[in-house]
């Protein structure tokens, strides 16, 4: 288990920094320029002072609106790492969350499948590689209540796959045999939690999800 923090935040604080050091030398340049124009500027045919106000607000806006997004980049940065923090107990637990793939741990994964409807009387689960291979499916009939069905690493044949995350799809069968679609989320255990990217993700092994993704918290 472990908790990583990246440096994103880190570097968009120093492209921020960057912009403000170019702004703050155009302004210097700007003013060397002003100066010197005023100082031999012909006193019959002076400067129009409205445009030169013009400027100086535009450069002053700018740099405003520099310090706004610095602000906004350290308050987002605060509550990601406050999120971090809280959400730090949720290591080694099992959690549900939603995706288009499951996490193989230890050789077992696990989907949470919704109740029977009039519609869906079954579940069709298929499981595909990384290259689009179907390795396993399988149809299971569902219940009145949310269920949970799980898969134990082997492909058709028999043969044991690797830890990792695994595309899968789910579709509903009705008692006539049609077919429609059908949500389900994943259970996984909790081994990592990351700041990248301005977002905060979860591991679970090998499927990394967004944080806005966890659905529930099912066990220790």
Not at 43 to 65: C, H, I, R, W, Y
Not at 96 to 125: H, K, N
Not at 189 to 198: E, I, K, N, S, V
């Amino acid at each position: 288990m472990s908790t990583t923090i990246s440096g994103a935040a880190g570097a968009a604080a120093s492209a921020a920094s960057s912009q403000r050091a170019r702004l703050t030398a155009n302004f210097d340049t700007f003013l060397t320029l002003l100066t010197t124009q005023l100082r031999n500027q012909d006193p019959t045919n002076a400067m129009d002072t409205e445009k030169m106000t013009q400027q100086l607000v535009s450069f002053a806006g700018v740099e405003q609106q520099l310090a706004l997004n610095d602000n906004m980049e350290r308050l987002i940065s605060l509550q990601q790492g406050a999120q971090l923090v809280s959400a730090a107990p949720l290591m080694g637990r099992l959690l549900e969350v939603e995706s288009d793939s499951l996490s193989l741990q230890g050789g077992t994964a696990a989907l949470r499948l919704p109740a029977a409807t009039a519609a869906a009387r079954q579940a069709e689960v298929t499981i595909e590689d990384a290259q689009g291979r179907t390795l396993r499916r399988a149809t299971v009939n569902l219940g009145s209540a949310p269920q949970d069905w799980s898969w134990d690493g082997r492909s058709g044949n028999g043969a044991q796959q690797r830890d990792g995350a695994y595309r899968f799809t789910v579709r509903g069968l009705g008692a006539d045999g049609t077919e429609t679609a059908l949500a389900a989320t994943v259970l996984g255990r909790a081994t990592t939690l990351q700041r990248a990217d301005g977002a905060v993700t979860l591991g679970l092994g090998g499927l990394n999800v967004d944080f806005s993704r966890l659905r529930s918290i099912v066990g220790g």
